[in-house]
């Protein structure tokens, strides 16, 4: 039974290790404060802020705390974990209606400068020649 015991509060205890670790890594804190200049800054959230549900139950815009018509968004979060590896994971942004439209506003914003760009122009001008050289072999 002491053998039992042992092994279900290891397991426990890996998975609420395993849970608490999840819970810092799984909302993300944004700032929007230079939203209009296009950029975008996201930290993970402090063990104080996970206890009272920052970015969870509550608007996740560091300025921002309403509570009311709360959306999800999941962004993709860059950072590097130990100075040399640079990691991309998808976190979720729990945001207000005011922050959501905000953030919503800067994802399309970037998509058209991306879009609009000399190398972004190019790739479609080689991709257009490209399908308009196929189409032309299969027609012969």
């Not at 018509?69 to 979060?77: A, D, M």
């Not at 005011?98 to 994802?107: D, M, N, V, Y």
Request: with cysteine; proline share 1%; aromatic share 6%.
């Amino acid at each position: 039974d002491e053998k039992d015991r042992e092994d279900w509060d290891s397991w426990e205890t890996r998975m609420a290790t395993r849970y608490w670790r999840k819970l810092h890594k799984e909302f993300a804190i944004v700032d929007l404060s230079r939203w209009r200049e296009g950029q975008l800054g996201l930290r993970w959230r402090t063990e104080r802020e996970v206890l009272a549900g920052v970015g969870e139950t509550s608007c996740a815009n560091k300025k921002c705390g309403d509570t009311t018509g709360l959306t999800s968004l999941e962004v993709p979060f860059q950072y590097s974990d130990t100075g040399r590896d640079t990691k991309c994971e998808l976190v979720k942004v729990r945001v207000c209606d005011e922050c959501s439209r905000k953030l919503i506003t800067l994802g399309a914003t970037k998509k058209r400068r991306r879009d609009a760009s000399p190398t972004a122009a190019r790739s479609r001008r080689a991709k257009r020649s490209d399908e308009a050289a196929q189409a032309a072999s299969s027609r012969v």
